[in-house]
């Protein structure tokens, strides 16, 4: 069983590293065809770069001190299977509270998984962190007005919960099907 498990994560960090060099790959045919975008790439590029070299270990850091201090029967009572409505409020109460680039909610996301929330609790919560900030709500009414903030955050929550429910349901079945075999 080890030695599949050594295998499995060998195979997924050449496909990781395949993924990489095709993109690299790309970009790189992309930039000998379209030799003008060169510089505004590369900018872009660095300062992204820059922003993850700033940020990814922080988060990295938080997720360790959360696999570890956070059991795992937390997460299963509050986000897990049996967690009902209440599970669905809090993902979607911890994905509007953030402020911050979506991509620091993925470790996060996996960090949860593991510890055995619902696939559609996760789904909302990284739905929420995406389109639901406590901050942004608080612009949108200055700007908009309370008719439209309302009327938007009203179905972003309704179709993000219908969203989670339902890629649950597509997700589930299939990795039941994999553990059969």
């Known amino acids: 069983m080890k030695q599949s498990q050594k295998l499995k994560q060998r195979k997924e960090i050449i496909k990781s590293w395949l993924f ?44 360790g001190f959360f696999a570890v201090w956070v059991p795992n029967e937390m997460v299963v009572k509050l986000l897990g299977k049996t967690s009902g409505i209440k599970g669905i409020g809090l993902s979607l109460l911890f994905g509007a509270l953030p402020t911050g680039p979506l991509y620091i909610a993925f470790p996060l996301s996996a960090a949860l998984i593991s510890k055995g929330a619902r696939v559609s609790n996760i789904v909302i919560f990284l739905s929420a962190w995406a389109c639901i900030k406590i901050p942004q709500e608080m612009v949108e009414l200055q700007f908009l007005g309370v008719r439209f903030m309302a009327l938007r955050l009203g179905l972003t929550i309704i179709f993000v919960i219908i969203m989670g429910v339902f890629i649950e349901q597509i997700v589930e079945p299939k990795a039941t099907q994999k553990g059969k075999k």
């Open 20 to 63: 990489f060099v095709a993109s690299l790959a790309f970009t790189i045919l992309l930039l000998l065809i379209f030799p003008d975008r060169q510089t505004a790439v590369l900018k872009s590029s660095w300062q992204i770069f820059m922003e993850m070299i700033v940020i990814l270990p922080a988060v990295m850091l938080l997720i």
